[in-house]
């Protein structure tokens, strides 16, 4: 192994022990030396990749944002239309809150309002959403007298409300959830013709990407035991 290869290894574990430490205890209350260890390295390791504690919460949201955005991406290009894509990156990203702890506490920083963390995942993921909700009108997949700006605002607030429920009873962000909420609004944003089409479940798209997002999950927790 290189030292490059080395390196980005440690920051990954460090990334993905900060995620662990921030969701533990809080961003206040978070220690350095309980990130550091959690990684298997030493504080002056920590260091070497991050200015301080406002730095490792950055590299946290950024890298919760990175996977948001790679997350939805290969939905969209596994899914025939856009408004099941929309369904299926719903479901994907209630996955990847339950089982990813970079995730999970990304969207907690990002969404703190004492902090300045960039970017906000829950605006880049309404933007994710506008954008299908927008390709699936040009399409003729969505209802002609359905208002894409309150759909978006509709399909916002309950995930990230799913997403909030969640940190203390995981059963909010169970598929069942997910595929309830879909029940519902599907019937009143897709056109007639496509409802038939559409599987508020999520398609086989979804499921792929939880388990590529599951086997990153796996691959960092093995490195950081590694060390």
């Known amino acids: 192994m290189t030292k490059q290869e080395r390196a980005t290894r440690t920051r990954q574990a460090l990334i993905r022990s900060a995620a662990t430490v921030f969701e533990q205890h809080g961003y206040a209350q978070a220690r350095l030396t309980l990130i550091s260890s959690g990684a298997g390295v030493s504080t002056g390791a920590l260091h070497f990749h991050f200015e301080n504690k406002a730095a490792v919460a950055e590299a946290v949201v950024a890298e919760a944002s990175r996977g948001l955005r790679d997350m ?38 990002s969404s703190d309002g004492e902090r300045a963390t960039a970017p906000d995942l829950r605006v880049q993921w309404h933007h994710r959403v506008r954008e299908l909700l927008d390709e699936a009108a040009a399409a003729g997949t969505l209802a002609e007298d359905v208002s894409r700006e309150d759909a978006a605002a509709a399909t916002v607030a309950a995930t990230a409300g799913f997403e909030v429920l969640g940190r203390h009873d995981a059963a909010w962000l ?34 792929a990407t939880r388990t590529l997002a599951l086997a990153a999950f796996a691959d960092g927790e093995a490195v950081a035991e590694r060390r």
């Open 72 to 109: 939805g991406g290969a939905i969209r290009r596994s899914t025939d239309t856009a408004l099941q894509a929309l369904v299926d990156s719903s479901h994907a990203l209630a996955e990847q809150l339950r089982e990813d702890p970079v995730s999970r506490a990304g969207f907690r920083l």
């Open 174 to 207: 169970a598929p069942y959830m997910l595929t309830g909420f879909w029940k519902l609004l599907l019937p009143r944003l897709a056109a007639t013709e496509t409802l038939p089409l559409m599987d508020p479940a999520g398609t086989g798209a979804a499921a």
